[in-house]
């Protein structure tokens, strides 16, 4: 028996396999997608329900638009509020409208310290045992039992931009920073609604330990492929 022959058979079977499995769809599936977004840098915030506004700022009060921010049908309204926690306070907290079904607040980490209350990362709307607030108006004040957290960094992305991008609402995906404090950021949610404008929503501490700023661009990398 000829063992080179064989041997270089075998190889050969190797290989091939080897180049089949890095053209499966697995490994085209991961690969990066160029996508430019524009930074979009939140400060302290609050989002009210009908019931918190009334008492805060009296029954049947209104929002009074202040300045428009980039999604859609949503702004900074002229309301502000003071939070007091069991440490500190913070005022001219900015009320964002349009109202919601539930009160949110959210803060930065260092906005926690200055409370005294520990906020949890969490997207929007997901507020289980998070810790509450008190919230005073001008005419009224609400203690709040939980709703307070760090906004988890997401980009809003339009389904047309998403298909194009293979994105998929809930996946993460890396966005990268150049700059003289550039780096990555993962575990960045994409947030896939009819409406959206194309935009990376980071909190102030984010933002300044990556040097970026309302308007900056930075790149999106699809990282992983998660399905539901
Ligand atoms: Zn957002």
Redesign the pocket.
Known sequence: MNYTEQQAEWITQQILHELAARKSPAASATAPVALEIPV?V?NRHIHLCREDMDILFGYGSTLTRFKAVK?PGQYAAEEVVTLRGPKGELSNVRVLGPLRNTTQVEISVADGFALGAKAPVRM?GDLLESPGIDIIGPKGRVVKHNGMIV?WR?I?ISPQEAEQHGLRDGMEIDVKTDGPRGGVLSHVVV?VTADAVL?L?IDVEEANGFGLRNGDRVRGIKQDVRHG
């Open positions: 979009g939140s999604q929007s906004a997401h809003h947030r935009e929503h």
